[in-house]
């Protein structure tokens, strides 16, 4: 049958399934970290992996994947020779996908393969841009991602902002940067609590992800009648989240502001069916999965203008705005912006109405799955490779 929607020409599968399936599928092998399956360590990096890896199929990839071990981007002398045996091992001219927090931090690694192997790194986020550490890491992580996808002749980014950012940081040809945007699930409307008064951020509990000025910003409107779930990994950072919960408990809060933890599935989603108004201070995002989250099940958006958060939030398509972006750096914004919601029931039903315009727009991950395809397709056909 022919080829229809970007994938693969198909045949029928065996007799009585009803299946159909490629009619033949080429190989990526998919370097991930090995973390990316632990439930007590959720991230988007992590949740955009294991879904491209079911989903590529349907667009003539089989995905064998290979989760390196390590604290990666700076692991131990054996985790990173671990992931230089996975790569040595591969076969002359195979395409390799590889998650940027692995590749980008041992160019001694990757680099050798790179003229040997059909490299592709996915950056999730640039290494240099983590919060939090010193500068001295962040320079040589920075310079360690730089050799990295300046040797590798693809490098797929989350956002056209981190295309803009990796081209014009690291001085990479613009057509050898890809974009495949994270994809959403459209989910059930949020039914929502009051409609106004529960606040939800979902993220990892993190210096990057900045809960400390949600807090502050939350003590500044204690008037306000509201409560607060952060949903999200605490052992990314113990000493940040220690931090942060005596920040809490000095203004008071610790009845109204909860740090639950890591949550998945059904208890994820159960957390955003009671949310009115989601709400991420980052200091830094390629995109803002959790945005989309959101978006998917109709609830508006109080963030951070930051990265690609403004590509997430994006339009409906009457081009109403379902979110409000405020600066990085300022919580008295961030506090501002929540008493307008509170007090201007206009703001809210405007707001709304654009979440669920938004979330009949929204793109899914085969979307995302067909721009990784076509990216593959073109390494594996590049006559400049080493076959």
């Not at 985790?79 to 998650?99: F, H, I, K, N, Y």
């Amino acid at each position: 049958m022919p080829s229809q929607g970007g994938r693969p020409t198909a045949r029928q599968g065996p007799a009585g399934d009803g299946g159909i399936v490629p009619m033949s599928l080429r190989s990526v092998h998919f370097v991930v970290p090995g973390g990316v399956d632990d439930p007590a360590a959720p991230s988007g990096g992590n949740a955009y992996d294991r879904r491209v890896t079911l989903d590529l199929p349907g667009f003539g990839w089989r995905v064998r994947r290979h989760a390196v071990p390590g604290d990666w981007p700076r692991p131990s002398a054996a985790d990173r020779a671990e992931l230089a045996r996975t790569l040595r091992e591969l076969p002359d001219g195979t395409v390799v996908l590889l998650d940027g927090l692995v590749a980008c931090g041992v160019p001694e690694a990757v680099v050798p393969e790179a003229r040997r192997l059909r490299l592709a790194v996915l950056v999730h986020l640039p290494l240099g841009d983590e919060t939090g550490l010193e500068p001295s890491v962040a320079a040589a992580l920075d310079a360690a991602e730089r050799a990295v996808l300046r040797a590798v002749p693809a490098v797929i980014a989350t956002s056209d902002w981190a295309v803009r950012r990796l081209v014009s940081h690291h001085g990479l040809a613009p057509d050898r940067v890809h974009v495949a945007k994270p994809g959403a699930d459209i989910a059930p409307l949020a039914s929502g609590t009051d409609g106004v008064s529960r606040l939800l951020c979902v993220a990892a509990v993190t210096p990057r992800k900045g809960q400390h000025r949600l807090v502050e910003a939350l003590a500044a409107v204690t008037d306000l009648p509201w409560s607060c779930v952060c949903v999200g990994g605490l052992q990314q950072d113990p000493g940040y989240v220690e931090r942060l919960r005596a920040r809490i408990r000095a203004h008071g809060l610790q009845d109204r502001l909860h740090l639950a933890g890591p949550r998945a599935g059904a208890d994820l989603d159960a957390s955003y069916a009671t949310a009115d108004l989601m709400v991420l201070t980052s200091y830094a995002e390629t995109y803002g999965m959790a945005v989309t989250e959101a978006l998917a099940r109709g609830i508006p958006v109080l963030a951070t203008d930051v990265g690609g958060v403004p590509e997430a939030v994006g339009r409906a398509p009457d081009g109403g705005v379902p979110g409000i972006l405020v600066p990085p750096e300022d919580p008295a914004a961030l506090a501002a912006e929540l008493r307008g919601w509170f007090g201007e029931a206009d703001v809210r039903r405007r707001l709304k109405s654009a979440a669920r315009g938004r979330r009949s727009a929204l793109d899914g991950w085969a979307t995302t799955a067909r721009s990784l395809a076509h990216v593959l397709g073109r390494l594996a056909s590049d006559p400049g490779r080493t076959p």
